[in-house]
């Protein structure tokens, strides 16, 4: 399977803690993105690294979330004393431009609970 | 500001009739609309996309039409199927910006009944 993978599907933690999931992009593809969902809503936009290199960060990610991508092929994504507030599905999807545009292709999702 | 708008939560079909899920977008510097299909507790999966200097592309029982000047895009699915039954989720992006980020709409749930 050549597919975006992601690790752990599901996580439950404390309020307070930290938690870290791992995104593998598919093999060629060198543009890698970080969304999250929540319930009745559409993924929203987190961040996106170009290789190794983060190009862009939301608003929606705060001081508490980093992401990482070191050596342009699997990413993680950190959330530092996670709040209730964090609880959502976090997406992976990687792309490779071809011909002006591209198409992303997500990863399962890590589902995260914060109790 | 939610630049791109699926107004209908939810859509009901029979088995083997059309199914015509609907979005509108704001942002005129979008140039590339995709749709993706979502199944609980999976990601998003990829079904076809539109660039905005075409108006209709079709991939088998999917079709989408892009109104520029309306600013709308539609998914038509014929004939439905109970597979289809999911989440369904435009999404458009801008080439102006150096990189492809998606904008989603809030989805639309289809079920299709046989």
């Known amino acids: 399977d050549t597919g975006v993978s992601q690790n752990p599907r599901h996580k439950i933690t404390k309020r307070g803690q930290n938690v870290t999931f791992r995104c593998d992009p598919i093999?060629?593809?060198?543009?890698l993105y970080w969304y999250r969902q929540t319930l009745g809503q559409g993924p929203e936009f987190l961040t996106y690294f170009q290789n190794e290199a983060q190009l862009e960060k939301s608003r929606l990610l705060s001081d508490r979330f980093s992401a990482e991508r070191p050596k342009g092929s699997f990413s993680t994504l950190e959330i530092q004393r996670t709040e209730q507030g964090d609880s959502a599905m976090y997406l992976c999807a990687s792309s490779k431009r071809q011909g002006g545009q591209e198409t992303q292709y997500f990863g399962p999702g890590t589902r995260l609970l914060v109790l | 500001d939610q630049q791109v708008k699926q107004n209908s939560p939810s859509l009901s079909v029979q088995e083997g009739r059309i199914s015509i899920l609907n979005c509108d977008y704001t942002n005129s510097m979008f140039d590339y609309f995709l749709w993706y299909k979502k199944y609980p507790a999976e990601g998003p999966t990829f079904l076809i996309s539109i660039s905005s200097i075409k108006d209709k592309n079709e991939d088998g029982r999917f079709t989408v039409f892009l109104n520029k000047s309306a600013k709308h895009l539609s998914l038509h699915i014929v004939p439905s199927q109970p597979g289809d039954s999911a989440v369904y989720f435009c999404a458009a992006s801008s080439s102006g910006t150096s990189y492809g980020k998606l904008t989603f709409g809030q989805g639309t749930i289809l079920t299709v009944h046989p």
């Open positions: 093999s060629e593809h060198n543009r």
